[in-house]
């Protein structure tokens, strides 16, 4: 199985739009399949990997890029934290005991990970490992029985050897949490200085471009590049094409300000993702004689859609297996971005 070797390195991808991220979930703790899509993922040759702020998971994201990276540069890693509630860091959680014994149970076939479990399966509710918060089960349990558990990880409650592993931090925030977020970069202080790369994750709200200026002038001076990420609908790309959509207009939104940094879309990114960042005219452009050159998005995460593209179905848990059909598409993804982008 060759390695992907001609992909520039995650800074020059930057620069020349064509970074492509791998996010594994920052509630996913599952770490046989985190390995395997880091393996994967780094053969196809993507730039930056995301994993969740967890010792455990970021040694085993190390492991999978180190055994797909040899001789060739390795994609950075990335952990994501959040400044308050967010619906990227939460679990589901409920009593089975309690359902109905005639319930259809439409939770179960319904996540995608096959988290949930009944006692007569062997185990009871939701495996936590498992489970990265999408929601789904919440909406269709028929007597609203499930519940989110949120969750936030401080940064001075990981070890010091965490953050040596770390190439690059993302802060999830939202539109009205200045305080908040102003109170997590103040917590970061002691640990920004060894990172290459800063994402800022934001939904889209009326003053989304207010807010996100605020934030800009709290993080600067920031001698690491900065990227914009624009969360349209979160933890949905497995779910249809017109999931990408909601990306794409806080993309444009974003472009138009012209904020100081690189803007990259995310949430519910597919495999239809490109072809509507080329119809929609989102790619950089050369400006006319005299003037500037238009901006446009420098890069796309994948989440749902890329751990769906290469999971093997069937058993009781579904797995990322490093196989020559998983990687064809891994890179058959990546290369929509790194290798059209004329």
């Given at each position: 199985m060759?390695l992907?070797?001609?992909?520039?390195?995650?800074?020059?991808?930057?620069?020349?739009?064509q970074?492509?991220k791998?996010?594994?979930?920052?509630?996913?703790?599952?770490?046989?399949?985190?390995?395997?899509?880091?393996?994967?993922?780094t053969?196809?040759?993507?730039?930056?990997i995301?994993?969740a702020?967890d010792?455990?998971v970021?040694?085993v994201a190390?492991?999978g890029i180190?055994?797909?990276?040899?001789?060739?540069?390795?994609?950075w890693?990335?952990?994501s934290?959040?400044?308050?509630?967010?619906?990227?860091f939460?679990?589901a959680?409920?009593?089975?005991?309690?359902?109905?014994?005639?319930c259809?149970?439409?939770?179960v076939?319904?996540?995608?990970?096959?988290?949930?479990?009944?006692?007569?399966?062997?185990?009871?509710?939701?495996?936590p490992?498992l489970?990265?918060g999408?929601?789904?089960?919440l909406a269709?349990?028929?007597?609203?029985?499930?519940?989110a558990?949120?969750h936030?990880?401080?940064?001075?409650?990981l070890?010091?050897?965490f953050w040596q592993?770390?190439?690059?931090?993302e802060?999830h925030?939202q539109t009205?949490?200045l305080?908040?977020?102003?109170?997590?970069?103040?917590r970061?202080?002691?640990?920004?200085?060894?990172?290459?790369?800063i994402?800022i994750?934001?939904?889209d709200h009326?003053q989304?471009?207010?807010?996100?200026?605020?934030?800009?002038?709290t993080?600067?001076?920031?001698p690491q590049?900065?990227i914009?990420?624009t969360?349209?609908?979160p933890?949905?790309?497995d779910l249809?094409?017109?999931?990408t959509?909601?990306?794409?207009?806080?993309a444009?939104?974003?472009?138009a300000a012209?904020l100081?940094?690189?803007?990259?879309?995310?949430g519910?990114?597919?495999?239809?993702?490109?072809t509507?960042?080329?119809?929609l005219?989102l790619?950089?452009?050369?400006?006319?004689?005299?003037?500037?050159?238009?901006?446009g998005?420098?890069?796309?995460?994948?989440?749902s859609?890329?751990?769906?593209?290469?999971?093997t179905p069937?058993g009781?848990r579904p797995e990322?297996?490093v196989?020559?059909?998983?990687?064809?598409?891994?890179?058959w993804l990546?290369?929509?971005l790194?290798?059209?982008?004329n």
């Open positions: 060759p992907l070797t001609d992909v520039a390195q995650p800074l020059r991808s930057l620069q020349t739009h970074w492509v791998l996010i594994c979930g920052a509630s996913y703790q599952d770490v046989t399949t985190i390995r395997s899509l880091a393996t994967l993922y053969l196809a040759g993507v730039d930056c995301d994993v702020a010792p455990a970021v040694t190390r492991q180190a055994a797909a990276a040899q001789g060739s540069t390795p994609p890693l990335m952990i934290l959040n400044d308050s509630d967010d619906l990227h939460r679990k959680s409920f009593d089975p005991t309690h359902c109905p014994p005639d259809p149970r439409p939770c076939s319904l996540c995608p990970t096959a988290a949930i479990r009944f006692p007569a399966e062997g185990t009871q509710g939701v495996i490992e489970c990265y999408c929601g789904r089960c269709i349990c028929p007597i609203g029985h499930i519940v558990q949120p936030q990880t401080l940064p001075e409650t070890p010091g050897e592993q770390v190439d690059a931090l802060i925030t009205g949490r305080a908040e977020f102003q109170r997590l970069w103040q970061l202080q002691p640990y920004l200085s060894g990172l290459k790369l994402s994750s934001c939904p009326d989304v471009i207010p807010y996100l200026e605020d934030l800009y002038r993080i600067s001076p920031l590049p900065l914009w990420q969360d349209g609908r933890m949905s790309g249809g094409k017109g999931t959509h909601a990306t794409l207009r806080l444009q939104k974003i472009l012209q100081p940094g690189y803007v990259q879309l995310a519910g990114t597919n495999g239809y993702t490109v509507k960042i080329e119809e005219g790619r950089p452009q050369a400006g006319s004689p005299g003037a500037p050159p238009r901006p998005v420098a890069g796309i995460a994948y989440g859609y890329a751990r769906h593209l290469v999971i069937g009781d990322a297996v196989s020559a059909a998983s990687l064809e598409k891994a890179r990546v290369s929509q790194k290798y059209n982008n």
